[in-house]
């Protein structure tokens, strides 16, 4: 079982910044890759970043490239959504998701959110403009 609680959400102007995090405890933390994903009002969640178990592996939606930075710190069982040049379009609750990769190995990850098998609370996210 892992158990998996984000924090670091808020509300920001348009262009500003903030960083998600997100603590793991229970089982090896470098066994499952990790996820962010986001669900606005009235819409469906989505994936929103990706990073292997080892770390050395990403993965971005496209609204997001270029302004979102998905980090892990093994050790301390974190790992992070460093989001910058905010859009209210990016408003949302923020999950991050913790996917088993025993049987895939340190470099996989996953944007499927189905594949995922433990799910923090979520941090909510707002974005004025």
């Known amino acids: 079982q892992v158990q998996l609680v984000d924090s670091g959400g808020g509300l920001v102007q348009a262009g500003g910044s903030l960083t998600l995090s997100c603590v793991a405890s229970g089982r090896t933390f470098s066994r499952y890759a990790m996820g962010w994903f986001r669900q606005a009002p009235g819409k469906e969640r989505e994936f929103v970043a990706a990073?292997?178990?080892?770390?050395?592996?990403?993965y971005y939606t496209d609204s997001v490239k270029d302004r979102f930075t998905i980090s892990r710190d093994n050790a301390k069982s974190a790992v992070f959504l460093q989001m910058k040049s905010l859009k209210p379009d990016d408003t949302a609750v923020y999950y991050c998701a913790a996917k088993s990769i025993i049987y895939y190995g340190d470099n996989h990850y996953s944007t499927t959110a189905t594949e995922y098998n433990y799910w923090g609370q979520g941090t909510q996210v707002t974005v004025s403009s």
């Open positions: 990073i292997s178990g080892s770390g050395g592996n990403t």
